[in-house]
């Protein structure tokens, strides 16, 4: 049961490279995003176990974001299809160009599911820098300077980063080795975070200071997020929805397990502290970078980064209020910058750029698309009653009960310029006149590509109003990013 | 094998990893940096193999010959015909001058030496003790990377970092997991290649691969 959110999606890799992209071809990827899911939601439910010779193992934290990658990955797979036969009406993008991005983005599923699945660091770091490489493809997809500028810094900024986290691994394998825990077990998280309190306090130091900030430039934390407006305004746009939905969180994951092991060894207030940095950090990149941003694809990106600093925050306050809000948040965060991503491929296609000033006042030209734009914008703000406000509400009484006003107090001030920021872009973008020549030159059709965007607004919506049949999954998840896995021998194989 | 061969062997081996690691600062042509590269890669086989014979450990053994083999023949052959392609045989002028690189190597290996103390005092074995070399190519890798301007120095300057990880791996301990160790060597395989095919994209839409030239994309 395990092996099939990995399986599926390599098998509909397969698909694509024996069959290419066509009309009957282009949903299967749609198809494998959906059985993944569903797998997602079986192994919620079965519980505790690992599999496939101990490589991978499951519990409430692996399950829930396994969901996250399920959803984003359907929502992403459903709008392909539309945003490829648009890309080869504009001459961008051939049948071979189409079957490699049938093949990547599916193989770039298979991996982020590897990621949650790991039962080791070691299992996880290989995935997620294969998620780096399986990507940069996608990203320089248009071969244009651009695009191929973009896919470079992202691969030397990723595999730099990510390499530092590579030391930190080997470094927690040493002190693990040293605490009495076979080569094995040195690597596996419930091992690891069993006997945390033996590890020697130096080594380990070093070592949570270098997968902090390894992992954080896969998650687009500062100081190393160079890469990521670039990457995501230059990748297609179904591909920037799975990399800012998604993987940025995949890689907030591992900091999430690394987090539980330095609370053990070094007790709580190190690894707080070295997260409200990057946290604020990253907020302020976000704040200055986002007043009088010019281009909308980059603006998403920012937001992205400034979300990653929330939930970075979220993480640092770290009691099971605030890691709940965490982990609603990434959910929350991936329906509604995905929503937003795909709506702006839409925009991109037919303005033919994504500069802001070319889009100006797109509410009277593609009044559907600038109202599913808007409504996302907004949820993207934390307006109720989508489940970002009640995340980030949770984030910041979570914060102040626990004593560390001082750090919300700040990231508190740069949420509200970050509001005025992207409330003034998106006004002149939605609302302004239109520019002058360009009458009537954005009729967008929505028509069924719309549905994938209204559904993810609709559940990111929902999701405020109520938790329903995910509240028990969201609180053992929690209760595990708290305190760490339940002890004790793991369940047999499945 | 006998303590004070086992010693002298891996001094050896990590000797001569620190010094073709920074030599890479010292020369600018391309294919020489290359060759330094592959030696480097040799140091780094040995350094495994030789603490393979030393626990008496066949696979390690055996490893630190796979090691060697990807990156002192297979990573150095792919460069080599990726700098075959183009015409570029020489780094263009660094933006830090060679005799101020070597300066900044020494601050680098003060830096090392007083960032592993503790990694050092935790088990203080001959292997162990060769940690800030590892650290110190790790800190010089990143150095070229930020540097240089072409995009194979880039390159080199990441698998010099990569070199220096691994090398710390089988000094503080036999190693991570096999099948880590299979996966990272297979993902810094696939890196080197996805780098290749970027470069050749990067030569037909720039001209060439002057990394100065990447300044399209900006707020």
Known sequence: ?494 | MTDPLYVQTLDLACGAFLLTGVLVLWRRDLAAIIWLFALQGVALGALIAVRGLHEADVELTVLGLGVGLLRAVLLPYLMRRALAAGEEGREARPHVSVAASLLVTAVLTMIAYAVSQPLVRLAPTPATQAVPIALTVLLVGFFVLVTRRRALSQVVGFLLMDNAITAAAFLTTTGVPLVVELGVSLDVLLAVLALQVLTTRMRAAFGGTDLDELRELHD
């Open chain 1, 1 to 494: 049961m395990m092996i099939v959110p990995v399986a599926l999606p390599l098998a509909a890799a397969c698909l694509y490279a024996l069959f290419g992209w066509n009309r009957v071809t282009a949903w299967l990827g749609a198809l494998s995003a959906g059985g993944l899911l569903a797998a997602a939601i079986l192994l919620a439910r079965a519980g505790e176990g690992s599999g496939l010779w101990g490589l991978l193992r499951v519990d409430a934290l692996s399950a829930y974001m396994l969901i996250v990658i399920g959803v984003v990955a359907l929502l992403a797979m459903l709008a392909s299809p539309g945003y490829l036969r648009a890309e080869a009406v504009a001459g961008h993008a051939g049948p071979a160009a189409a079957r490699r991005y049938g093949i990547f983005t599916q193989c770039f599923v298979a991996a982020m599911a590897t990621a949650v699945l790991a039962a080791s660091l070691g299992m996880l770091w290989v995935a997620v820098e294969a998620t780096t490489i399986l990507t940069a493809f996608l990203v320089g997809h248009r071969r244009t300077r651009k695009a191929t500028e973009a896919a470079w810094k992202y691969v030397v900024i990723c595999s730099v980063g990510i390499a530092l986290a590579l030391l930190g691994l080997v470094i927690v394998h040493y002190a693990a080795v040293h605490a009495g825990l076979s080569t094995r077990e040195g690597l596996d998280w419930v091992s690891l975070a069993g006997h945390a309190g033996r590890l020697d306090p130096g080594v380990t130091r070093i070592a949570v200071v270098l997968l902090v900030l390894g992992f954080g430039t896969k998650a687009g934390l500062a100081p190393l997020h160079a890469w990521l407006p670039d990457a995501h305004s230059q990748a297609p746009a179904p591909v920037s929805a799975l990399m800012s939905g998604v993987l940025l969180s995949v890689a907030f994951y591992a900091i999430l397990r690394v987090k539980v092991i330095s609370d053990g060894a070094l007790g709580p207030g190190f690894c707080r502290l070295l997260l409200i940095v990057v946290a604020l950090a990253s907020l302020a990149v976000a704040a200055a970078l986002l007043i009088g941003q010019r281009d909308f694809k980059r603006m998403l990106a920012y937001s992205s980064i400034e979300h990653m600093g929330l939930i970075a925050l979220g993480a640092a306050i770290g009691n099971g209020l605030a890691l709940a809000a965490v982990l609603l948040h990434i959910l929350g965060h991936g329906l509604g910058k995905s929503v937003l991503f795909l709506g702006s491929g839409r925009i991109q296609q037919a303005a033919g750029s994504s500069r802001i000033d070319e889009v100006r006042g797109l509410g009277g030209q593609a009044p559907g698309l600038a109202t599913i734009f808007g409504l996302g914008l907004l949820a993207l703000l934390g307006l109720p009653p989508f489940s970002l406000f009640a995340s980030e509400l949770a984030i910041v009484r979570a914060g102040f009960t626990a004593g560390l006003g001082w750090a919300v107090a700040p990231a508190l001030v740069l949420m509200l310029v970050i509001v005025a920021g992207v409330g003034g872009t998106a006004g002149r973008m939605l609302l302004g006149q239109a520019p002058p020549g360009a009458a009537g030159g954005l009729a967008i059709r929505l028509r069924g590509a719309g549905v994938p965007l209204v559904a993810g607004l609709v559940a990111c919506a929902a999701l405020g109003v109520t938790l329903g049949p995910l509240r028990p999954l969201l609180e053992s998840a929690a209760t595990i990013a708290t305190i760490g896995p339940p002890a004790g021998p793991v369940g047999g194989a499945r």
